[in-house]
Structure formats: C-alpha cells, structure tokens
C-alpha cells in the first residue's frame, strides 16, 4: 500500500476517486428515476423500455466521468487562484500546513464553498472519507482487474465456441437462414454452425456473427419451431444486441460496486429478449406457436443438462453472448399472450425519447446544483490570497469557472441527441400457453406490426406519412383494446387452472377432477369423487369465489366475498349464474359436448349461432373445428360455414389451422374449393397462406378457372421463399394452359430474388408435357431478372432439356442479350455452338449474340467452338468474319485458323 499511495493521492486519482464516490448518490437516484419511468411504461411496447432502460445505463456511466472531470479542474483552478505557488508544496490533503517534506496535494474531496470566509475549519466527515479514499481507490482497481479477466476468460470461451465441436449447419437450414437474413435487411453474411457445446441457440460475433445451433435441439424441434428460434437469433444479430451487450459488460465492470448497475442491466437484458421475441413473432405469424417453441426448447434445453449433469453455470459464461432462452422463460411466454403492440397509444415511441431526455435534463441538473456560480468564486479569488498565506488552516475549495460548464454541455447535448436517434433504432422492425393459443388480441398485433412494417420505408422520409402510419397504429391499437382477451390453462393430470381476462374483466377456475356443467352453462351438474372446483373473479377489492365441492352424498357449494363467507343462496348462486356461462363459451372448456349439445338441440345454425357469441379467436376455432367434424354439412351449408370462418377468425395462425383441419372434408366442387380459397385471403401470413394452399393442391388437380383465382390471390405473398414454393409446386401438379399461364407469369413477376425465379422457371420447364407457349414464356420471363449467373444457368437447362427451336428461339437469345458478363455469355454460346444439329437460324443469331461481348478471350473460345462444330457459309460466314473482327493478335489468329479448318471439311 505504502508504494502505491502516492499515486492514489495524485490529484487526478483523487478527482476519480469522489467522482466513484459521489456515483453512489447518483446512480441511486438515476436507478430510482428509471424505475418510475419504466413501472409507468409496463403497459408499453418492450423496444420502448429498452430504449429508457439503456439511455439510463448510459447516463450512469456519463456521471461519474463528468464529475472526475469538473472536480480535476475545479482543484486545479482552486490551486492556480487562492494558493500562492510557494506555499503550495506544503499544503496537506485536508488543507492542513504540514511539515512533511514530501509533496501534498489538494483535496477535491470537498463541495463547493465561498472563499470569503478565510478561516474554514474541515468537516470531520471530509477528513475521513479523504483517509479512507486510497483504501477505496485501491478495492476499486481490485475489483476492476477481477471482472476484467472475468471478460477476458469469456471472451476466449466465446472463440472456443466457434472452433470447437462444431459442423456446418444442413442447407435447409442455411436456406431458412438466408430467407430471414433477407426479411431483416441483415446485409453481412451470418455463419450457420452447429455445435455440440451449446444447450440453446446462441449467437456469438458482432462483425462476423455466428449462430451456433445445438445438436440436441435441431433433433428435439420441428421445423417450424427451429425457424422461430432462429428468426429470435437473427433479431439479435439486427439489432447489434452482441455490441450492446459488450459495453453493458463493461459499464458493469467499472461500476461493479454499485448494486443499481447490476438491476439496471438485468432490466435491459430482459427488455432485450422480449424485443427479440417481438420481432421473431413478427416474422413467424403466431405468438403461440413461437412460446410453444420456447416451451420445447426449455424442455430439449434441460434434457441436455440432466444428461450431461450439468447446470446452466457450468456450460458457458451467460453474459458473453445473446440467446434464446435469455431472460425469464415464463415471464416471456406469458408476456407473448398478452403483449401490447409495439406501438400502441399507452407508450408510444416519442414518449420514450422523451424519457430520455428527461434523464439527461435530471443528470445535468444534478450536476449543477453542487457548484456556486462562477462570478462569487472569481470575484473572491484575489482578496482570498493573503489570508491563505497568513492562516494556518485552510479548507480546500472548489472553483466554478465558465469553462467546467462547457465542457458538461457537449456530453449532454450528444447524450441527448443520441436519444431520438437509440428510440428511433428501436422500433424499426416489423409487431401464453401453447394448450390455450391465440386470442383476438394478437391478431390485431399482428396486423398493426405488418401495417407498421409496410411504411417503415416511408416514415423516415415523409412526415405526412409518419403521421398516416402512427394514426394506422392508433386505430389498431383501438381494435386491440376492444377485444383485448387471453386465455391461459395449465394442466397437470387431473387438477389444472383456467384464467380468462377480457378488457380488464378477469375469471380463474382451479378444478381438482372432471366436472360438467349444466345444459344452460350456468351451473355444476357433476363433479368426479373427491373432486372440487373453485371459481374467482380474482379482483383485488370486491373478489368473489365459489367452490363447489362433491362430499359423496351431494355437491357442496360455498361463497365468500373479500375473504369473508356468505351464504351461497341466493347471492352466490346469482353471481355465478351471471358469469359461469360467458366463462364456459369464451374459453373453449367443455366444447366438445357443447357442440354436441347444441347441435342436437338447434343444428349447424345454432352452434354457429353460438360461435358469433364467443369473443376470441382461439376458441371460435375450436368451435369451428367441432362443428366440422362432429355435423355432416350439406355443400351449401359446408361453404357458408368456412365463409363465415374466414370472416369471424382474424388469427392467420388459427384460421390456417382451422382450413388446413377441414380440407379432407371439403366438398369436391369448384364452387367450394373457390370459396376454401376466399376465405383464405384473409390471412396475411405469407408462410400460413402457403400452408393453406398447398394442403388444398396437395389433393390433386384443380380446374384452369379455380388455379387462376388461386394465382391471382398468390402475388399478395411478399416472402420471395413462400411464394416460389407455391408455385413451383402448382407447376409439378399440373401443366400450364392458356388460362393459368398468364396469371402463372405475373405471379413470378412480384418474386425479387433471382435464385427463387430461378427455380421457379426451372420447375416450370421440367415437366416432359410443357409446351412451347410455355417454354416461351419462361424465356421471356429470364429477360427480367438481374443475375447473369441465374439467367444464363436456366437458359442452358432450357437449351438442354428442350433446345431452341420453333418459337423459342427469339427469347431465348432475347435473354440472352441481357447477360453481361462476358462469361456467363459465352458459357451458353459455346453450348449452342457445340449442338451439331443447330438449325442455321440458331447459329446465326449466336454469331450476332457473339458480336455483342466484351471479353477477347470468351468471344474467340466461341467462335472456335462454332467453327470447330460447323461448316460455315454464306451469311454464316460473314457474321463469324464480323464477329472475329472485333479480335487481335493471338486471338484473332486462333479463331480464323479455326475458320480455315472449317473450311477444309467442305
């Protein structure tokens, strides 16, 4: 200690020193601020806490750096102003005169004083905190130098991860990776490993990220549930999560000590997950669907730990990278049911911003008010020096000078700027119980992150377009809250729970056995031995509860209010006369016997009927698919039942389900297969609306008038994937007609990625029956694409499979003249130069199509292999001479020696 005490008392170690100090005060009131903030925006989007809950980070990490600052100046002026340059050297750390011979230096321990009382005693607190600072200073550094190698031991950790135990990942899965690199505009390429270190997905790399995929899990998934998962990795590596997560690693570093750091960044890692959980649900189309494949991978997750006797400490150090699983796994998945919109009228993404700026506001206050106005020290400065040199004791000071102030404002003003710019970030992305699925709120989430996805392009640029966008999402968020509804059920054996909420209204069944209701739902008929079943209205004043218990001779019934029991006739009766049946239809409990019951009672128009009652979507799915397969429709019925559907189901996940559930049922008359088709158009879902087209073909093939519908419908699908998929299988199923083929092409117009209209058309001329106005128009279709590799690889597939002769032969080369590269041009040139039965057309055009390039090289190896091939003549002859023309030296003299070959075979 003794060797490093001198440094500690150095006056810019003492300036770090009360700043760590002072970091106590602040951090604790920026932690209290933050946490009002954020209990007031619960209600809101996550990406909107976040944005708060980082800005907050930063501001802890920006005051303790500003307070070192304006404390070292502040000691240095003070020294300059009231201590003459003599006397200097002998005064102590407290402003004592001491006859060490050794330097001292001044304290900065102090606040701000007036320098015109010459005499000031130090305060008894100052004196120690100022023995005690090196000591501080001292754990400090320790303290820094551990969680520094901690950093250090993760980091190389991380490297191991991407080296060791691992394989690339199968091409399925790299293609399910390239479609949601497309859809989040990740331009840098993402590795796709798997490894057999990992127990979840994980993400690794900010620069060159790495998505790691363990082995358990990729066996333990279905692919939808993998292509969830992933779409939350790809979140992270779009929001630059892994950087963000580097600096909050090291603000925890330097501010270890202070217990508000650590809360505060728990807060944006959680924050962090459900912002990624928004975005993959956004990309996937079903809340329920994504926190079933959490559920799984928790479970795939935890059979790797059991099996390998480990626990989550002993695999990986957790804050050194971003994964699935971060966070509160139950939290999350409840959160998915009942999450508000990403930008819903309770926080909006201004207020956020604003938010921020009210924290740098608070912290520059802060600041301000420790020092005195600058004119009262300078003023007092120059009296204030003889009684210095005269006294014995003299208190350290701090001197406010113009200049601290400015340096403050520029730290504040790019905090503050940096505010609109972090929310901004934020909110650029596109928008639970797996046994109780989806309500109508999520369906309107959805549609508000598709409408917001949708003007992303145009929010930025054009205010009268920001403000149709945020008046678009006001009156989503307005239809959210009219139906706002989830439903949870959790179920172990015999005995579970039931809790529907709906706009605040909010019902809880906890049941032990089976039990069944009454014909009217308002009343417990039958309750299994020794079972019993408690319903609640679960308020927090005025809590109602029933339960109905079986005691072997009769059920008995009881009934409190607030905790207190009251008797159950009438009153209790009453009240669960009044809200048992809306629980009964509203949560799907019971369906299959209501359907049953209703059915025999009223038929088809009663339980649809009763349908129009129900309030979620979720469970008017369920009533549907009951409906469907216990009554036997006649056709006309059958149609009005799925548009009924179709217009009362607003989830693209249940509404796919539900058509994809009752596609072995539907009739087999164009009229019913158009009208399965019309109610699918209201799914909005690219990958569920390819779902429900494709289980239709897969039943065979449909007529030329039903397939032109379904193409016409078909160009609402933006994923370039789902789409390509589609028609690629229509293509396979049935050929092309004058009919379909013009809706087939218009379809693959609205495809941008050159690869999937490469298959697209592939597939299109791989049918032995296509024909030639088909050939045509695929080659036609190749003329519009980008990629001279794409184009030029169909166009000799086309060449082999069916040449080009008849009418192909001018869009064939029609294409080709969109190829530039000098290549990929001569590439296909030189494979319709090596056909021996060329007709004279074809090699006349390729000698014209020659006569186009720009490589020397490409255009002799062209010409040679036509001459090598041919025997020219004619005008065949003139156009190779033309071509070779635009050749010299070696090459020149290599294609007419080809020439004079050719000529010698006559």
Not at 41 to 48: G, I, K, M, P
Not at 473 to 478: N, Y
């Amino acid at each position: 200690m003794s060797v490093i005490e001198p440094l500690l008392r150095q006056p810019a170690a003492q300036a770090i020193g009360w700043a760590l100090l002072h970091f106590l005060w602040q951090g604790t009131l920026v932690a209290g601020i933050a946490a009002v903030l954020l209990s007031m925006l619960r209600r809101s989007a996550a990406d909107v806490r976040y944005v708060v809950a980082s800005i907050a980070l930063a501001v802890m990490l920006t005051m303790p750096v500003v307070t070192a600052v304006q404390m070292f100046q502040s000691a240095d002026r003070s020294t300059n102003a009231i201590l003459p340059r003599d006397d200097a050297r002998t005064t102590s750390a407290s402003g004592v005169r001491a006859p060490q011979p050794r330097p001292q230096t001044i304290d900065v321990g102090r606040g701000v004083m007036s320098v015109r009382s010459s005499v000031v005693a130090p305060q008894p607190s100052i004196v120690r905190l100022s023995r005690l600072l090196p000591t501080f200073m001292l754990v400090w550094l320790s303290g820094v130098l551990l969680l520094t190698l901690r950093l250090l031991t993760g980091w190389w950790w991380i490297h191991r991860l991407r080296t060791h135990g691992v394989a690339p990942a199968s091409a399925r899965l790299q293609q399910v990776a390239a479609r949601l690199a497309r859809k989040l505009h990740i331009s840098g390429a993402v590795t796709l490993l798997e490894s057999a270190l990992v127990e979840v997905p994980t993400v690794v790399g900010w620069l060159k990220p790495v998505v790691l995929l363990p082995a358990s899990a990729l066996a333990g998934l279905a692919p939808q549930q993998l292509e969830a998962i992933l779409a939350h990795e790809f979140a992270h590596i779009r929001r630059h999560d892994y950087l963000v997560n580097l600096l909050q690693m090291f603000v925890e570093t330097l501010l270890f000590y202070h217990p508000a750091v650590w809360w505060l960044s728990r807060r944006i890692r959680h924050e962090r997950e459900h912002c990624c959980d928004d975005l993959a649900v956004a990309l996937c189309g079903d809340p329920v669907a994504y926190a079933g494949a959490l559920a799984d991978l928790e479970d795939v997750a935890s059979a790797f730990r059991r099996k390998h006797r480990m626990t989550r400490k002993d695999l990986m150090p957790r804050h050194h990278f971003v994964a699935a699983t971060g966070g509160s796994l139950l939290h999350r998945i409840r959160r998915l049911l009942g999450a508000p919109d990403a930008h819903d009228t309770h926080g909006p993404a201004w207020f956020g911003g604003g938010v921020a700026v009210l924290l740098v506001c608070g912290a520059v206050l802060a600041a301000q008010a420790r020092q005195t106005p600058a004119t009262t020290a300078t003023s007092a400065a120059a009296p204030a020096q003889p009684a210095v040199a005269a006294t014995t004791v003299v208190a350290a000071t701090t001197v406010t000078k113009p200049a601290v102030a400015s340096t403050r404002a520029p730290i504040a003003t790019t905090i503050a700027s940096t505010a609109p710019a972090a929310a901004s970030t934020a909110v650029q992305r596109p928008g639970d119980d797996p046994a109780a699925a989806m309500a109508a709120a999520a369906a309107r989430i959805r549609e508000a992150a598709d409408a917001l996805r949708a003007r992303a392009s145009t929010m930025a640029s054009a205010p009268a377009a920001t403000a149709e966008a945020r008046a678009a999402m006001d009156a989503a968020a307005a239809r959210v809250g009219e139906v706002s509804q989830s439903i949870h059920n959790t179920q172990h054996g015999s005995s579970g729970n039931w809790v529907w909420s709906h706009n605040g209204e909010k019902l809880a069944v906890k049941y032990n056995g089976e039990f069944e209701f009454t014909d009217d739902d308002a009343d417990v008929r039958w309750i299994s031995p020794g079972g019993s079943l408690q319903i609640s209205d679960a308020a927090l004043i005025g809590r109602h509860t029933v339960e109905i218990r079986d005691t072997g001779a009769e059920l008995q019934r009881r009934y409190w209010v607030n905790g207190s029991e009251r008797p159950y006739e009438p009153e209790g009766r009453q009240w669960l006369h009044d809200h048992l049946p809306r629980f009964v239809r509203n949560t799907g409990i019971g369906a299959e016997r209501r359907v049953a019951r209703i059915l025999k009672s009223g038929g088809p128009p009663a339980v649809l009927a009763e349908i129009g009652r129900i309030e979620g979507d979720y469970v008017k799915g369920v009533y549907y698919t009951q409906l469907f397969k216990q009554a036997t429709l006649d056709p006309q019925t059958f149609r009005q039942t799925i548009s009924q559907a179709g217009r009362d189901i607003h989830s693209d996940y249940g509404l796919a389900t539900l058509l994809i559930s009752i596609v072995d049922r539907l009739p087999a008359d164009d009229q019913s297969r158009g009208t399965y088709f019309e109610a699918a158009r209201g799914i909005r879902s690219d990958y569920e609306l390819h779902r429900v087209y494709t289980s239709l073909l897969k039943r065979g093939p449909v007529s030329a008038s039903l397939l032109a519908k379904v193409l016409q419908n078909a160009t609402s699908i933006g994923s370039d994937y789902e789409l390509s998929q589609l028609l690629q299988q229509i293509v396979a199923q049935q050929p092309l007609d004058s009919q379909t083929r013009g809706p087939f092409f218009a379809a693959l117009e609205t495809i941008g990625s050159d690869y999937e209209r490469h298959r697209v058309l592939k597939a299109a001329v791989a049918r032995p029956d296509v024909d030639d106005a088909t050939i045509a128009a695929a080659l036609q279709a190749a003329a519009t694409g980008s990629s001279d590799y794409e184009r030029a690889s169909f166009l000799l597939e086309t060449l082999k499979g069916h040449g080009i002769g008849g009418g192909a032969r001018v869009p064939f080369f029609t294409a080709l003249g969109r190829v530039q590269s000098g290549y990929e041009r001569g590439r296909v040139l030189q494979a319709v130069a090596r056909q021996p039965n060329a007709s004279h057309d074809a090699l006349l055009s390729a000698l014209q199509s020659a006569k186009g390039m720009t490589g020397g090289y490409e255009l002799a190896q062209v010409l040679t292999a036509v001459a090598d091939t041919h025997t020219l003549t004619g005008d065949l002859r003139e156009a190779y001479l033309d071509a070779a023309d635009r050749l010299q030296g070696y090459d020149q003299g290599r294609v007419m020696t080809a020439l004079v070959k050719s000529e010698r075979r006559k």
